[in-house]
């Protein structure tokens, strides 16, 4: 009786998309405005280059502690 529920469920929502809300580059009648998709471009990007930056900073101190530390 469980599967044949989470089958409906499955069923359910495979055919019926509209519930599913989109983000809001699809939600726009008339189309993805150019400064939306940069907007949205430009803070992926920043989201993915913080962690590297981060790390990089990171490993770079700690280089510099341990080259202090030998001299």
């Given amino acids: 009786m469980k599967m044949i529920f989470i089958f ?3 069923i ?6 509209d519930i599913a809300i989109p983000c809001p580059l699809c939600q726009s009648a008339q189309g ?5 998709v940069t907007a949205y471009k430009s803070t992926t ?3 993915a280059l913080l962690p590297i930056t981060v790390v990089s ?3 770079y101190w700690i280089y510099n502690k341990y080259k202090r ?3």
Avoid: D, R
């Fill in 8 to 10: 409906a469920i499955i």
């Fill in 12 to 17: 359910f929502l495979v055919f019926i998309p």
């Fill in 32 to 36: 993805v405005a150019p400064e939306t």
């Fill in 45 to 47: 990007l920043l989201l």
């Fill in 57 to 59: 900073g990171l490993a």
């Fill in 69 to 71: 530390y030998e001299q």
